[in-house]
């Protein structure tokens, strides 16, 4: 194999005392056609010797491909097989002109993506993945419900202006100049307790953690257990709490949604998968979504103090409906007919 302006092309594979181009200093002319007519030797040059696919060789020639392919044929050049033929630019497989540790700089500090790594190294979109995960890169999300690149409030800021000053989530993020959501979503995942808002004063707790309480509520630890959901306590952004997103399942996904009332934000805080994702998920899955507003029946549950434990349970507060006689059938029809809408 032989470099010519940065192509690898076949070395000169035929007998240079019957290849007159081949001992010709320049060569044929680049584009002269043959006006109609064969010249087996040339075109044993072009295929042979250039490593040149009969497409090219008859855009060169201006002669048809398959008049091409017969002539090959009649003069007696094997033809290789089909997709093998064409001029491949030269690879640097060994990563000698692009270290492991550019990559890792280029994707994790400068946040590049692969495609903008691609275009400034010169290399396809899919060597520069193949190469961050043979260099133990863990992988971004991609799309618009990227996990790594979503706005975190700080939890000292959260703790000093929310939970100290008391001020509420819209007036936080209009300062911040972040949505309201935002702030609740940060305050979640960061275990800040979030006061329960509202025009009218409901009983129960004035505060929650949610995901404290969601792996405290029986019928969504009952869940979890049976799908082996390991437990992660809040305390950093979600990338940072699962740097690997749980696989979702259907099954998984409709005992949580409709068999435990949790909405899409808390399936998110639950295993790592942005709520976007889940909800795409269920779509696909043929799940049902219950109509956007007001509370989910998880968090109707909790503040009646029926989805707290035993000993976390307010005095006087009803033990949870369900018992553990009930079938897991039962306790899914159950949550289903409490379910008016959802905060999703």
Not at 14 to 20: G, I, L
């Amino acid at each position: 194999m032989a470099d010519h302006d940065g192509w690898r092309i076949n070395a000169c594979a035929c007998d240079a005392a019957r290849c007159e181009y081949c001992l010709a200093a320049d060569g044929p002319p680049e584009g002269a056609p043959l006006r109609g007519q064969l010249d087996p030797g040339l075109l044993a040059h072009l295929y042979i010797c250039l490593g040149l696919s009969t497409y090219r060789i008859a855009a060169r020639t201006g002669i048809d491909r398959q008049r091409v392919t017969r002539a090959l044929h009649t003069a007696g050049v094997p033809l290789r097989p089909r997709g093998v033929g064409r001029l491949r630019p030269v690879r640097d497989p060994d990563g000698r002109q692009c270290p492991p540790w550019l990559l890792r700089e280029l994707y994790e500090e400068a946040r590049l993506n692969s495609r903008q790594i691609a275009t400034i190294l010169g290399m396809p979109e899919r060597t520069v993945r193949d190469r961050l995960h043979r260099a133990g890169v863990s992988m971004r999300t991609r799309g618009g419900w990227n996990r790594e690149d979503r706005v975190t409030v700080p939890a000292d800021v959260l703790r000093v202006l929310y939970a100290e000053l008391g001020m509420t989530a819209a007036e936080l993020g209009q300062r911040l100049g972040l949505s309201g959501n935002t702030v609740l979503r940060s305050a979640h995942a960061l275990g800040v307790p979030v006061r329960s808002g509202g025009a009218v004063p409901l009983s129960g707790p004035d505060e929650i953690e949610l995901v404290s309480a969601l792996y405290a509520d029986p019928l969504v630890a009952g869940v979890l257990a049976a799908h082996d959901i390991p437990h992660v306590p809040a305390g950093g952004p979600l990338s940072h709490r699962f740097r690997e997103p749980l696989p979702l399942t259907t099954p998984l996904v409709k005992d949580l949604y409709w068999g435990c009332g949790v909405s899409l934000n808390h399936i998110e805080l639950l295993t790592g998968q942005a709520s976007g994702t889940i909800r795409k998920f269920s779509q696909r899955a043929g799940i049902p979504l219950r109509p956007a507003g007001g509370r989910s029946p998880f968090m109707r549950r909790w503040r009646s103090g029926l989805g707290a434990s035993p000993a976390e349970r307010l005095p006087g507060q009803p033990s949870p409906r369900p018992s553990h006689d009930d079938s897991h059938a039962e306790r899914a029809a159950h949550s289903e007919k409490e379910m008016l809408s959802d905060d999703i």
